[in-house]
């Protein structure tokens, strides 16, 4: 490729909407440009990026069984009944009308489509198991488009879908895929950790995410792990060894009364009233699932995390209720209480759902719907609607592994891929049956796989790149190498740029002539913002017979001879792809 017929055009600062690194570096550098909200279009040199990793998840699908084929981005809502999640879904689901009125979606995902497919097609047992994938873009219209090709509404995805006869023969290809998934994103010059995650809107009960591990705020997700043992969950799933309340109020309280409070409106406020520690406080929070309310019960010292809450009543939808909101509850049910002072009793019909940290709670502190009052010295005995206890809290950096009890430990990391155990979650509504040995109908245990393609491409430039650009790894990089001629009206620089062009090309390399007729600073700026992982240039010094060599990763260099340079960098760059 010559620099100078390239489609690209380099900014000379970050654009303005941009937050994080990928997205400035990727603007910047001429490899996307926002059409609207969310939805971008892949330069040549995006593109090409995109089709490397395309392939390194190709060779790996298709090396671990799996095959392709390409569904069709356009859906009939019929499917989405069956599945239950025309409802279900929500607002990110793009849904449209044909010209015949008939109600269609833009697909986000395509479990119903596979599903359908397996249906009408795999009808026996010794057709199975089997595993499809498709890679295309999705659409979602998500509430926040944000980080450029990291969270966007239109986004590459590789999408794989297993069908099992047995959770035997589902445990077996779960495991096959975390595999090829590992092996992908080290392809891709990206490590991964493969950590426990809550399944979400796709359902099923068992999944992991692959997490790029940053310290950026790209990094959408806390991750936590354990140093000595191998627990790491996202923390919409992580758990914690719970410690016993240690202590009990009844040092504090000699009987269970209501006492005045005023102005207490926040935790920190009512245990520097009573003196006494959050531990003591049954923290009442509402929120708002599906539409309605829930109230939280939780220990004060410690947070809800809100998937957990959310999956706990089995809703889809959840926020933290407004003041108008709670004002609304509180005269429903014949209060007037403000936010600080909401209690669990007299509560009928809502939803309650207590965490575990309640459990062992003594002689403690609890809202009373009455404003500038709390009970105190109550126990759970005075609380009739808790039913049950389950796990709701988020867990902290030092809270103790489930699995060892030593402290975890948090980091940030950002989804790259995924792996779901659906079970029969789509086959049996969806009635997707075949029929085993004995001629018996039974649904497909199936399992279903992931990976963003655009935002895998997006996390490698959070992981490489510095002040000057990005750093691509050899194996994505849209290009191998940039040859920079200093100054393309000298005879001699031009030729041996040209002859190492060709040469490289002839071997296979991805090779790039800057033969523009610009400063060789703005050449060498180009070169490190788009980061082409090589670099030679044709300066002055190849009088002597030399060239300059470096090396972008560690900024390393050499000079060398045309043929040795051009040598070293066949052998480099082929060791790598
Ligand atoms: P997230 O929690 O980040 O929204 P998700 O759980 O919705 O992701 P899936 O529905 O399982 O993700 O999609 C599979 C993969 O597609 C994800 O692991 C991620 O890499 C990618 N992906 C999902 N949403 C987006 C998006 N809006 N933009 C770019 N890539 C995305
Ligand atoms: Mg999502």
Redesign the pocket.
Known sequence: MKMSKMFVQTLREFPSDAEVVSHKMLARAGYIKKLTSGVYNYMPLMWRVLKKIENIVREEMDAAGAQELLMPFVQPKELWEESGRWDAYGKELMRLKDRHDRVMCLGP?HEEIITALGRDVLKSYKQLPVNLYQIQSKF?D?VRPRYG?????E?I?KDAYSFDTTQEGLNKEYENMAKAYTKIFNRCGLPTKMVQSDS?A?GGSVSH?FMVITDTDAG?NNVFYCDDCDYSANSNHAVSKLLPAEIDGAKYFSKTEIIDTPNTHSIEELSKFLNIPSTLILKTLVYIVDKKPVLALIRADKAVEETKLMNAVGGIDIRIASSAEIAELMAEKGFDAVPGFIGPNGMDGITIVADETVRDMKNFVVGINQTDKHLVGANLSDIPAIESYVDIRLVEAGDLCPQCGKPLKVTKGI????IFQLGTKYSEPMKAIYLDENGKAKPYIMGCY???I??TAAAAVEAHYDEHGIKWPVSIAPYHVVIVPVNIKDELQMKVAQEMYEKLLAAGIEAVLDDRDERAGVKFKDADLIGFPFRVTVGKTINDGLVEYKVRETGDMQTLKPDEAVEDLIKTIKSKI
């Not at 090709?149 to 509404?153: A, I, S, Y």
């Not at 989804?415 to 995924?418: A, F, I, K, R």
Request: aromatic share 4%; net charge neutral.
């Open positions: 995902t979602r998500e090709l990291l969270r966007g509404r986004f995805m979400g796709i995410e959408e989804e790259v891929g995924n992931g990976i963003g655009s935002r």
